[in-house]
């Protein structure tokens, strides 16, 4: 099936930006409902931000809305994640998620992580 890899995790400063990349192989992620979660030690896993199948919709998880910018291209068959103005209560391991139908998604497919530690 799909396979999810993300990219662009790493250490920053607080106030700084990243910005993070899922490459999909194995299907089209244009039919999937597309987004990126993301889990904190001693925390469950949380939805960040969610992009339908043409990114014609977006969702945001009201703790990243205004700083984080979730984005698709089809063609590429990537999706990406842009963090602004990051926090140190953003640090977690990243993980992008494809799903099939599902708005806002829960995720049927899920990448492997990247870690993004902010510092203060």
């Known amino acids: 099936q799909v396979q999810l890899v993300e990219s662009g995790g790493g250490l920053v400063q607080a106030g700084g930006s990243l910005r993070l990349s899922c490459a999909a192989s194995g299907r089209r992620i244009s039919t999937y409902i597309m987004g990126w979660f993301r889990q904190a030690p001693g925390k469950e896993r949380e939805f960040v931000a969610a992009?339908?199948?043409?990114?014609?919709?977006?969702s945001y998880a009201d703790s990243v809305k205004g700083r984080f910018t979730i984005s698709r291209d089809n063609a590429k068959n990537t999706v990406y994640l842009q963090m602004n103005s990051l926090k140190p209560e953003d640090t977690a391991v990243y993980y992008c998620?494809?799903?099939?139908?599902?708005?806002?998604?829960?995720?049927?497919?899920w990448g492997q992580g990247t870690q993004v530690t902010v510092s203060s």
């Open positions: 998620a494809a799903d099939r139908s599902t708005w806002p998604p829960k995720g049927d497919y």
């Open positions: 992009i339908t199948y043409n990114g014609g919709t977006t």
